[in-house]
């Protein structure tokens, strides 16, 4: 109910709230005087809604202009790279700020002057990408199929570690059990995804950073080689 509360234009109304959250309006009227009790701030008029002056829990952020103007250009970018839950959370993030700030700065928020316009999306989400994305947040490893170039074919158990949003492609950084070494497998070319209960935890971090400073000195030493 606060999640709509700071989402949603205000004022708000009582059906509206019922609505998104799929409740009666009592249970709306319900939740709101909880909320007014631990301490938000929620103004309301007969014929009109609801207004969230101060939800009571985050505290009053205070970010200079530019900042501002990073954070909506960098959602807006999230908006357009993103997988649907991604997305989601990007707009979620955007309504959390705004409920912690001040009126003036809000508008700056709302009235920012960096966009974003594609004329297309850059990636293709396949439906395991959340999948993966779990695997890496709880350190258990995946059984998946991937394509090569050449469009071979392997079963392969992975241990994930990042994903990377590269210009055009999707990646994931991961140690493969099969090749015993760090590899990088784009994500377009992986055919099925399943997860397991092998564990790896806690070694996700130490590995990404040892894959991390590999890339780096493998970067290094091609800058080093003399052009032809």
Not at 207 to 218: A, G
């Amino acid at each position: 109910m606060l999640h709509l509360l700071r989402s949603l234009p205000p004022p708000v109304t009582a059906q509206q709230l019922a609505s998104s959250a799929e409740v009666s309006l009592r249970s709306v009227y319900r939740d709101i005087e909880v909320l007014r009790a631990g301490g938000a701030e929620i103004d309301s008029e007969r014929g009109y809604g609801y207004t969230l002056i101060n939800d009571g829990i985050l505290r009053p952020q205070g970010f200079t202009r530019l900042e501002i103007e990073a954070i909506t250009l960098g959602m807006a970018e999230v908006r357009h790279m993103g997988d649907p839950a991604l997305v989601e959370a990007a707009e979620a993030v955007l309504a959390k700020v705004a409920a912690t700030l001040p009126s003036k700065t809000q508008e700056h928020l709302v009235h920012a002057i960096s966009h974003v316009r594609r004329l297309s999306r850059r990636y293709d989400h396949p439906q395991d990408i959340e999948v993966i994305r779990e695997a890496c947040w709880h350190e258990r490893a995946l059984a998946i199929t991937y394509t090569d170039q050449y469009g071979a074919a392997t079963e392969r158990t992975i241990w994930p570690l990042a994903i990377v949003y590269l210009e055009q492609t999707l990646m994931v950084l991961a140690r493969c059990t099969l090749r015993e070494g760090f590899r990088m497998f784009r994500v377009e070319r992986i055919q099925s995804v399943e997860p397991t209960t092998i564990s790896f935890r806690p070694r996700r971090a130490n590995l990404l950073r040892r894959y991390l400073r590999e890339l780096k000195e493998e970067g290094a030493r091609r800058a080093k080689q003399p052009s032809l």
